[in-house]
């Protein structure tokens, strides 16, 4: 890449998508997103934007056009077929009170 | 699907307050607000660093000068999940920066009065990002996935933002008379374009009706300035200091406190362009922005060094 | 009494925390803005605690070497009226003389080549110096030193990634970090400097043997600027110094213009 084209191009850094565990043992959640560079930048950029109040302790970073999502108008075909599936639910099945911990 | 049904499923996930969500069908108006909405909300965060930035240097106390920095940098993170909502509805920040840097693209016009005196710290704080709150906070709940998701983190970090105002307003109130009157004035300079924050009157606001049934607002300019006024003639009473409006007073019927005539020709000239400061705060954006391209395309160049060398490793 | 080394650690903390925040909201991108913010609250924490312990010394102190710390009018006013110094009267009332920050660290920004060349060598020094600091006999210093460490570790890696960026970026940037470079390294010269207030504290053993650091210093300097395709400036070039000894640079008068303003126009109140 020359520097001219550089100069002429937007050039914009990519967007990345950051996901925080917020206490050791929890699930990285999506916290939003941001511009950076490359990948160690977007983990540092990613520290000092969604962490400046303690709220992380480990940070996942992935390019936003990364990303597959599934497709909101197929939510009918994909996710309603588990509704009626209530037998893999454990509140589904009637236990004799003398068995306590299952 | 055809565009009717779409649009009927839309208008049925709106109904049910179901959230919108960015890969969700929407109609073009509806993204065209959005875009606009949220980009000048985020162009408020981003030129609202400047009139207090000018006191980060000059901060009375130690302490004064961490808060102010902190409260600053927090206005330039708000503004950033700002952009970075508005980025799912199609537009990149460069296009939004550029409608800013062009004129295009408006910000809340308060930013454009001058931060005079310390005072003024506080009074921003406690009328400026009292009235942003009252804003902000119904957003939370507004129509859009992202935007609201970013107003919950943005008025999570806020609520300091008011306190520490206020904080300085009473620390000055309760000191010299010198003090008190730096407060006085201050709170005489920033009463009126705060109360022009909730923009025109409802009567006025084009896009209100239009906005209130997409349930992107909640209420409307005239109600929030209300609740506003309500709220801040106690707070002022409680820092002795005097309302900067005469017509100040209280409505039984209404339950409300009535207050004077807006100077609106003041408001629409300001964001037309004619305000004290609008020159410069764009031209202090403008210039960050220009001067930060060498920069930004040097990380750019670097990064893609890297990753030629890296695949170079790869190959060999 | 660690008062004299206390303060110097103090207003280098106080100065570079102030040049830092000079970038808030005009930064050359919305994150980087944040990032160099969070760095300048650091330098501006530390700045606070080393003046807390700045005035609680000084306030421990007798007569005689009250007299003997500070020339600065306002501060012999508010001895001689038998108050107890604050934080704030430690930044907001001692004149230049008094104050003994590096000049590096108040040398202006310029641009970000210069910011982060300036940040790349007094990080590169704070990483070392904390590392022995936190071993000091002056348990606040050490603890200071130990809290300072795990944040100039983490300066030091942004700066260091910004000057291997910008050196192995654009031709522009190279040019200009290059230039940056050159033209600072007048000022690396002084922090190793061992004076009066050096050689007390290291004596006593509270304090850090400069010359323990500088090698340290050097050889990581020489490794990213190599990384960084940059060519290191000559060893043994002439080196300004005068800071650690009240002789500054002209561009601290109008930094305590500024910063003290408010306290030295209405004097005595609280803000």
């Known amino acids: 890449m020359t520097n001219d084209k550089l100069n002429n191009s937007k050039n914009e850094w990519p967007l990345w998508e950051v996901f925080i565990r917020s206490k050791a043992g929890l699930d990285h959640k999506h916290a ?71 | 699907m055809s565009v009717h049904s779409f649009q009927e499923h839309f208008d049925n996930l709106i109904d049910r307050d179901v959230t919108i969500e960015p890969k969700d ?3 073009d108006d509806y993204r065209k607000t959005l875009i606009r909405q949220i980009s000048q909300h985020a162009h ?21 000068k961490a808060v102010l920095l902190a409260k600053v940098q927090d206005e330039a993170g708000h503004g950033l999940y700002l952009y970075s909502a508005a980025e799912t509805l199609g ?94 004035d201050a709170f005489n300079r920033w009463w009126w374009p705060s109360l022009m924050m909730f923009g025109p009157p409802d009567a006025e606001s084009p896009n209100t009706e239009q906005s209130v049934r997409w349930r992107i607002k909640r209420f409307t300019n005239d109600e929030l300035r209300q609740k506003f006024v309500d709220v801040t003639v106690e707070q002022a009473r409680v820092l002795g200091l005097e309302m900067p409006d005469k017509d100040i007073k209280w409505n039984e019927e ?33 210039k960050a922005w220009d001067e930060g391209k060498w920069v930004r395309d040097a990380a750019m160049a670097h990064a893609a060094k890297r990753k030629a060398r890296q695949s170079e490793v790869k190959a060999a | 009494m660690n008062l004299a080394y206390t303060l110097r650690l103090a207003d280098d903390a106080l100065i570079i925390g102030h040049r830092l925040s000079e970038w808030c909201g005009h930064g050359p991108i919305l994150e980087q803005d944040i990032a160099l913010t969070n760095t300048a609250l650091d330098h501006l924490g530390r700045a606070r605690s080393l003046c807390q312990y700045a005035a609680e010394q000084y306030n ?12 600065s009018v306002a501060i012999q006013q508010l001895t001689e009226a038998g108050k107890q110094l604050t934080e704030d009267d430690i930044a907001y009332l001692r004149d230049g003389w ?41 348990t606040t210093l050490a603890a200071i030193a130990e809290k300072s460490l795990k944040e100039v570790t983490y300066h030091l890696r942004w700066s260091s990634e910004w000057v291997v960026r910008l050196g192995d970026g654009t031709d522009e940037s190279h040019n200009r970090i290059q230039q940056a470079i050159n033209e600072l390294w007048q000022y690396t010269g002084e922090p190793f400097v061992m004076n009066d207030a050096d050689n007390v504290a290291v004596s006593t053993g509270a304090g850090v043997n400069l010359a323990d650091i500088q090698p340290l210093w050097t050889a990581r300097i020489a490794e990213i ?45 609280e803000w």
């Open chain 2, 254 to 286: 209404r339950g409300h406190y009535d207050f004077g005539t807006i100077n609106w020709s003041e408001f629409y000239n300001v964001v037309k362009g004619n305000g004290p400061c609008n020159k410069q705060r764009i031209e202090a954006r403008r």
């Open chain 2, 44 to 64: 408020s965060e981003i030129i609202g660093m400047l009139p207090e930035g000018n006191w980060i240097t000059r901060a009375p106390s130690l302490r004064r």
């Open chain 3, 60 to 71: 421990a102190a007798t007569a005689e070497e009250k007299k003997n710390s500070f020339s």
């Open chain 3, 225 to 269: 600027l190599q990384e960084a395709t940059l060519t290191m400036p000559p060893a043994g070039s002439w080196m300004q110094q005068g800071g650690k000894e009240g002789r500054h640079t002209e561009h601290l008068g109008y930094i305590l213009a500024e910063m003290q303003y408010m306290q030295r126009t209405y004097p005595g109140m």
């Open chain 1, 32 to 102: 939003g997103s941001l511009h950076a560079a490359d990948a160690q930048m977007a983990i540092e950029n990613a520290r000092d934007v969604y962490t400046r109040r303690m709220e992380g302790v480990s940070i996942w970073v992935v390019e936003s056009k990364h990303i597959q999502a599934s497709d909101p108008g197929e939510a009918d075909s994909m996710y309603d077929p588990a509704s009626d599936k209530i037998y893999r639910h454990p509140t589904f099945y009637n236990l004799p009170d003398e068995v306590k911990y299952m």
């Open chain 2, 91 to 184: 537009i990149s920040r460069d296009e939004m920066y550029n409608q800013l840097h062009t004129g295009k693209a408006k910000y809340s016009s308060i930013f454009n009065y001058p931060t005079l005196t310390w005072a003024d710290m506080g009074a921003i704080g406690w009328l400026v990002d009292g009235a942003a709150i009252m804003n902000q906070v119904p957003l939370c709940r507004t129509s859009y996935g992202p935007y609201a998701r970013a107003m919950v983190r943005v008025c999570k970090e806020e609520s300091f933002h008011q306190r520490q105002g206020f904080e300085i307003m009473l620390t000055l109130s309760k000191g010299t008379d010198i003090q008190r009157k730096l407060a006085q």
């Open chain 3, 98 to 138: 008094d104050y003994r920050s590096l000049l590096l660290l108040e040398q202006p920004n310029i641009d970000w080549a210069f910011t982060v060349a300036r940040a790349f060598y007094y990080d590169t020094f704070n990483y070392y110096f904390f590392s022995h600091l936190k071993n000091s006999n002056d």
């Open chain 2, 25 to 27: 069908w929407m109609p």
